[in-house]
């Protein structure tokens, strides 16, 4: 049985994103031990943790310049800093709009590998070959043009949706998933979703909040389109660093 690294993910933005994000690594981590030909055992799984704490909202900060509570950086870096003191070598932050925080989170702790999630899905898109993608997030993702500059970078373009498709998307995100009404988050994604293919044409469409997917997938209305979970690949990363000698 190959040795494994303890890892950490930072949650809590919002729990139900932080907690699905821990099943996620538990498949990934599978998947990592079957492409090693190893049986899937209780006890091959890594030592990770999870720090669900609560963090203000990361869209409404990025709107304010002032200081105060209502910024996300201290109850990050304090999370963070656990997950450093339990011996985590890399961690992953289970929230989009976090990662504006990520240059100033992984200057505070250098011995930890912060994984960035926009770029590992642009380096997993480029690999598979995809053409032209659209971006589902909140409006502070789109603001700190978050997944826009990790795509270029990759030689890929990106469709953003219009003023009134990120409101839809929006009451998604707080009316539906937060809120527990995931019939209405279905329906708001669903129809942006389809909006965007219809637009843009074959679309690979980036679930660039980690509450779309709770709302999308299994959607009948999107069977058709091209959707990726940035979270998913997030969660492959970490396994892949879990399981790295």
């Known amino acids: 049985m190959a040795s494994t690294n303890v890892v950490g993910i ?3 933005m919002g729990p139900a994103a ?8 538990v498949q990934a981590c599978a998947q990592q031990m079957r492409a090693r030909g190893e049986p899937v055992r209780d006890q091959s799984f ?10 203000p909202d990361r869209t409404d900060a990025l709107g304010s310049a002032e200081n105060g509570a209502h ?3 201290e109850p990050m870096l304090q999370a963070l800093g656990r997950l450093a003191a339990l011996g985590s070598q890399a961690v992953a932050i289970a929230c989009n709009t976090a990662h504006a925080w990520h240059a100033r989170l992984q200057e505070r702790f250098p011995q930890v590998e912060l994984l960035h999630m926009a770029r590992e899905v642009a380096r997993h898109l480029a690999a598979q070959g995809t053409g032209s993608v659209a971006l589902m997030a909140t409006e502070g993702t789109y603001r700190v043009r978050l997944y826009e500059q990790a795509l270029a970078e990759a030689g890929l373009d990106c ?3 219009l003023a009134e498709e990120r409101r839809i998307i929006t009451r ?5 998933v937060k809120a527990g009404n995931m019939q209405l988050a279905e329906a708001c994604f669903s129809q942006v979703a389809l909006q965007l293919a219809e637009r843009h044409g074959p679309v690979t469409i980036i ?3 980690t509450e779309v997917p709770l709302g ?14 940035p979270a998913q690949v997030l969660a492959a990363a970490l396994a892949r660093r879990a399981y790295r000698d």
Do not use: T
């Not at 890594?46 to 963090?55: D, I, M, N, R, S």
């Open 10 to 12: 930072l949650g809590g």
């Open 18 to 25: 932080g907690a699905d994000f821990v099943r996620l690594f």
């Open 46 to 55: 890594p030592e990770h943790w999870l720090a669900q704490v609560p963090v």
């Open 71 to 73: 910024q996300p950086l």
């Open 159 to 161: 469709h953003v949706p």
């Open 172 to 176: 998604g995100i707080f009316d539906g």
């Open 207 to 209: 679930m660039g909040c």
């Open 216 to 229: 999308l997938q299994g959607s009948a209305a999107v069977a058709g389109l091209s959707l990726v979970d």
